[in-house]
Structure formats: C-alpha cells, structure tokens
C-alpha cells in the first residue's frame, strides 16, 4: 500500500492510533502505575522514618510535604496522560466509524440531484452486514444492497477512492440503458417529466424527470447535448456480459457484483464505463444528509 493511500485510509490511521493508545492505556493501568505506587510507597516509608527520627531527637518534623511528595511520585508522565486520556474517545470513534456510521462528504456533481457537491452525509455501515476495520471482510450477514439504495464502495479500480452511487442490479439482472430509458429484467422504469433542473453553478438547465425504482420514486438528470451511446468503456472483469451500441448498452450482472449509476446520468463515471462494484468493496448505504455549509435546507433524509 503506497503512503498517499495509507494517509488517505482515515479506517487505518484510526486502527493504529487505537492500538497505541490502548496499549500504552493497558501498560499504564496494569504495569507502570504499580511501579510509580512502588517506587512511592518506599520514598513516603523513607520521609516517615526520617521524620521518626527527628521526632525521637525532639525535633518536630514538618510532614506538610508527604502529600505533595506522594502526588510528585504518583503523577503520570506527560506522554502517558495525554495517551491514556486519548484512548477511549479513539477508541469510541474508531468503533463507531467501523460498525455503525460513517461520514462522507460529496466530492462531484455526479449524484444531483439527489446529492449535491458539499452534502456530509452518514453512511450505515451495518445495513449490508457487519465487516472488519480496515480490510472490510464481511464476518456476519445481514441485509443486501437493494434495487434503488443509494450506496458507498470502493473504487474498483483504486480502492483507496470511495465512490457513492445508486444501485440499479443486483446479481443475475439484466440491465438495459437504450436511449436514455432503463430497463430491469424486460420491464421498462416509468419516468415523470418535472421542472428543468438549473445548475447555479454552470448556469445550465438539464431535463429532469422522477425514474421509479423497485417500487420507490427519485430524481434523476439528462443532459440533452450528451449522445446515449457510452464512449470507450474500460475492459473491466466480466466485460463479456455487456453489449455497447449507438443507443446504450445492456448488461447481466454477475453472481456476488453490482451495477451502479449516477442520477446525474450524463456526468457520471460509474458501471457503464468502468464495470460492476464486487460484494467486497461496499462500504455502507448513504441515507441521511447532516450538514451542508452552503445550504442548511439540505439537511434530510434522502431516501
């Protein structure tokens, strides 16, 4: 794993400042505290038996220092606070972020409507089953992503890049984008035209309509001056199983992958060009927006 990748591995960089601060908490707990309440027990012994002495000679000893000395003696080093103090808020992070939610922020356009350049959102990272930190081995099973689920994985050509999009097959369907239009296993999505879509930042309309899903209306964009046909599509593992031409193209999603586009179909790279998304790169299923620095009102469940 080069370092960019490493740097960029915030599940790793977690890991390891978990293990070390446990680890140095554990010693800390179990070992060196002991050592320090030694090391205490037998200065203190040392003080009293001095000031026994004084007492003996008739002198009255000061032990207004016993406590000061035995807090000096009992202190923990600077870099054992700090480390032991850091360790459960790592700790609580590193689990949270591993088993239950994470945060994303959206990169590129390639999700709008839906999803807009800027939107934080949180990933359920249990929806599609429980995996390891890290290495991402899925352990226990649990839900499967869905027809219509907005979902995060691994870049199937960088695993280092987490990519969002919207699951369109699942395993052992047939997928058919002609001229626009998909099609699921032979039954055509319905789509409802609504109001053209402005992007504020180019200052361009795009046709908008509502595609229905598995049951489940959302949003998506044409870009009318974008032909259908899919320019150069990479020779990813199982290319066999899609045909290309003018008008679109038709894929059979393999066993154990699936098939992904962006709802702003004419500005995304997603399956058409570089393949399906294998069960071992998903990372969660997106679901919520919880900020937006740029426009509060998108804050909001999105699915």
């Not at 789509?191 to 992007?199: I, K």
């Not at 949003?219 to 870009?223: G, T, V, Y």
């Not at 899919?230 to 045909?243: G, H, I, Q, T």
């Not at 098939?259 to 570089?274: A, E, I, K, P, T």
């Given at each position: 794993m080069?370092?960019?990748?490493?740097?960029g591995?915030?599940?790793?960089i977690?890991f390891?400042l978990?293990?070390?601060?446990?680890?140095?908490?554990?010693l800390?707990?179990?070992?060196?505290?002991r050592?320090?309440?030694?090391?205490?027990d037998v200065?203190?012994?040392?003080f009293?038996?001095?000031?026994?002495?004084?007492?003996?000679?008739?002198?009255?000893p000061d032990d207004?220092?016993r406590?000061?000395?035995?807090?000096?003696?009992l202190?923990q080093?600077t870099w054992?606070?700090?480390?032991?103090?850091?360790?459960?808020?790592?700790?609580l992070?590193?689990?949270?972020?591993?088993?239950?939610?994470e945060?994303?922020?959206?990169?590129?356009?390639?999700m709008v409507?839906?999803?807009?350049?800027?939107?934080l959102i949180l990933?359920?990272?249990?929806?599609?089953?429980?995996?390891?930190?890290?290495?991402?081995?899925?352990v226990i099973?649990?839900n499967?992503?869905?027809r219509?689920?907005?979902?995060?994985?691994?870049y199937?050509?960088?695993?280092s890049?987490?990519?969002?999009?919207?699951?369109?097959?699942?395993?052992?369907?047939?997928?058919?984008?002609?001229?626009?239009r998909?099609?699921?296993?032979?039954?055509?999505?319905s789509?409802?035209?609504?109001?053209?879509?402005?992007?504020e930042?180019?200052?361009t309309y795009?046709?908008?309509?509502?595609?229905?899903l598995?049951?489940a209306g959302h949003?998506?964009?044409?870009?009318e001056?974008?032909p259908?046909y899919?320019?150069?599509?990479?020779?990813?593992?199982?290319?066999?199983?899609?045909?290309y031409?003018?008008?679109?193209?038709?894929?059979?999603?393999?066993?154990?992958?699936y098939?992904?586009?962006?709802?702003?179909?004419?500005?995304?790279?997603?399956?058409?060009?570089?393949g399906?998304?294998?069960?071992e790169?998903?990372?969660?299923?997106?679901?919520?927006?919880?900020?937006?620095?740029?426009?509060?009102?998108?804050?909001g469940?999105?699915?």
């Open positions: 080069s370092l960019q990748a490493i740097l591995n915030f599940a790793l977690l390891v978990t293990i070390a601060t446990g680890v140095i908490w554990f800390d707990v179990f070992y060196l505290t050592q320090r309440r030694a090391r205490a200065a203190l012994a040392a009293d038996a001095r000031n026994a002495r004084l007492m003996a000679d008739g002198v009255r207004r220092g406590s000061a000395l035995e807090t000096d003696l202190k080093p054992i606070e700090y480390s032991g103090s850091f360790f459960p808020v790592i700790a992070v590193f689990f949270l972020r591993s088993f239950l939610f945060p994303f922020k959206i990169p590129s356009s390639s409507p839906t999803l807009a350049i800027g939107d990933v359920n990272k249990f929806t599609y089953g429980v995996r390891l930190p890290v290495i991402n081995k899925k099973e649990v499967a992503p869905q219509g689920d907005v979902m995060v994985f691994k199937p050509k960088d695993m890049l987490d990519y969002i999009k919207r699951v369109i097959g699942v395993p052992g369907d047939k997928i058919v984008y002609k001229n626009k998909l099609s699921v296993n032979g039954k055509e999505l789509y409802q035209p609504l109001p053209d879509y402005l992007d930042e180019h200052l795009s046709k908008q309509f509502s595609e229905r598995a049951g949003k998506i964009l044409n870009d001056r974008v259908a899919v320019p150069n599509p990479d020779a990813f593992p199982y290319r066999e199983s899609c045909s031409n003018l008008e679109g193209f038709a894929c059979t999603v393999p066993a154990g992958h098939f992904v586009m962006g709802d702003n179909r004419d500005n995304s790279l997603d399956s058409r060009y570089w399906f998304v294998p069960d790169n998903i990372v969660g299923k997106a679901f919520f927006v919880w900020m937006n620095l740029g426009n509060l009102k998108r804050i469940s999105f699915q």
